[in-house]
């Protein structure tokens, strides 16, 4: 009940972060569950996947953590739960969905991780960095904690799409281009990047050391 | 000397959270031990075991670090080392005994975190969020450290107990039940939640995913 | 152009600084590079390796992180970088330039460290602690992070030095010795310990637990 009324008063930008929320909060749960972990354990790590790298640029910028300040993360997780409990035998042919709205997920995360240390008047670095902690670090707690590489390493272009998408928001930043227009243009261009990267398996050179 | 003192100027909650802070400084510290850690990694691992949850609560509330206000917990480790140094061929046999400080230990935890979190006027979700976290977080970063999968995700009912202590808190302060009968009472009821869990291994089932 | 610049304006201290962050992040993509980690993953695991003390110890100070005033924290992992990339063939004779750099730059980030803490006015095991935890957790972090056991729990005396320099400076600070001097005993101190320990294969003893 008070979950719809929770979504009755927000915004598009609120919808579309919901929508990135339960696909990261999903990808966590799964991942838990093929570790055979138990149900409380899989909420954990679903939560930790979709809330951790906001919490961690939280920290950084020192301003009030934001989900201690809503409760929908958490109903959002536990929602993303539930789409895992009823629908596990389908959601293995929803595949190629949920990288979708890991896609999308990544890319708003990026925009407002941007403008999270924008608003606080960071200069562009600190504003690139933030946002790409904010894509990507609930993905590496989730691998340290399931004891794996953090997948991030590995993927590609996953942490370089969050960069070049802080790249263009500082550009067009500087350009004085519309805000609205920069954020869109923002998510869908690190929505690009991931879906080709993904597509014609795009990666960056390995540096050879020792060998 | 200065030890005594110290137990000397404190109360019985401060007494249980000595007790709490040395079982889980030396679970962490034997288990460093049987990964072959060197004595100053016991120690750290030991520390960072009792006292990590309480680290990250008080990041996340963005209040001061609460083991940088007093030493205590700091020889609480040095002497949890000690015991561990001291007594390590009879603390096989002590299991027992450690499982009840371990529990203990959480169950104050569990107390400490919430009233943190309620101090600062936050709502219900949240201190029952940094009770769970004071709980167990201390633990999973040992986990972590010596490379393991956090055993929260695979022992009985220890976060849920948590969890379920942190409600019980919350349906207890909101029908105005005096306080140290709350705080008796979570603490209670999370060992006896974890002890009967233990006993008849309780679990909450288990996701299955893609098989 | 503007990394002269940067290092233009920048004092002694400054210049050793970014020796150990350069010698720092250079373990960190070397580090990675064995691990087949692409480009970018090598730098993140590189700029994390240099930075991360420092922001765990500004995070538990509640101050500003440091690499979010100063850009030149981000150049020095690049510059690394572009080191490990063009030389990658040498580094594996320049070893012990590297454990030089490490050495040097472990002894000054546990004089930053307490120093931070000091000037915050927080009691000695405090400042000891910062001390210790600038000059190990990088280091910590990147261990976690490529999915190993963190090597300061079994190298030779690396965190031990950390803290007996933080005594060191805890004792001539007391005996009001000239701050510049503090600094300097303390990064020699480390440098010395760590080197001997090495060359010594001097090590703590192994708590043996249940066997």
């Known amino acids: 009940m008070f979950l719809f009324d929770d979504l009755a008063k927000i915004q598009l930008v609120d919808v579309i972060e919901f929508l990135g929320t339960i696909a990261f909060a999903i990808s966590g749960i799964r991942l838990a569950s093929a570790k055979r972990f138990d149900w409380f354990g899989a909420i954990v790590i679903g939560f930790v996947t979709a809330t951790g790298g ?3 640029r939280d920290l950084l910028l020192d301003v009030p953590i934001f989900w201690t300040q809503a409760s929908r993360y958490i109903w959002c997780t536990l929602f993303a739960f539930l789409i895992v409990l009823c629908f596990r035998k389908f959601l293995v042919h929803l595949n190629n969905t949920i990288f979708w709205f890991d896609c999308i ?17 960071y200069p562009v670095w600190v ?8 894509g990507i670090v609930g993905g590496m707690i989730r691998d340290i904690l399931i004891n794996e590489v953090p997948i991030i390493f590995t993927q590609e272009l996953y942490a ?3 960069i070049l ?14 805000l609205a227009v920069i954020e869109i243009s923002t998510a869908v261009f690190v929505v690009v990047i991931r879906v080709l990267a993904t597509k014609y398996r795009l990666k960056l050179p390995i540096l050879k050391g020792e060998d």
Chains 1, 2, 3 share one sequence.
Do not use: P, R, W
């Open 127 to 134: 504003c690139v960095s933030m946002a790409t902690i904010t």
């Open 165 to 178: 998408g802080g790249i263009l928001f500082s550009i067009l930043h500087y350009l004085n281009v519309d």
């Open 54 to 56: 906001g919490t961690l």
């Open 105 to 121: 997920g990544l890319g708003l995360f990026v925009v407002v991780g941007y403008e999270k240390a924008l608003a606080l008047d």
């Open 160 to 162: 370089v799409a969050c």
